[in-house]
C-alpha cells in the first residue's frame, strides 16, 4: 500500500465533506445526504483492489 491511496481517499473526504455541508447549509438535506453516501462508494470502489490484494496474500502464506 502507498502513500498515494491515502491522499486519494483523503482528497476524497475533504471535498465530500465541504460539499456537504454548503449543501446542509443551503438547505438541501436530501442531496447532501447522497452525496454523503456517493463519497463512500467512491472510497469503497477505491479499496476494492487492494482487499484484493490482501486476500492474494493471505491466501499464498497459508498455502489455499
Do not use: P
Amino acid at each position: 500500500m502507498d502513500i498515494g491511496l491515502i491522499l486519494k481517499i483523503a482528497g476524497v473526504g475533504v471535498l465530500v465533506s465541504i460539499a456537504s455541508v454548503i449543501l446542509n447549509k443551503s438547505g438541501r438535506d436530501e442531496q447532501a445526504m447522497l452525496l454523503t453516501v456517493a463519497g463512500i462508494v467512491v472510497v469503497m470502489l477505491l479499496l476494492v483492489g487492494e482487499i484484493g490484494n490482501l486476500f492474494s496474500t493471505v491466501r499464498s502464506v497459508f498455502g489455499f
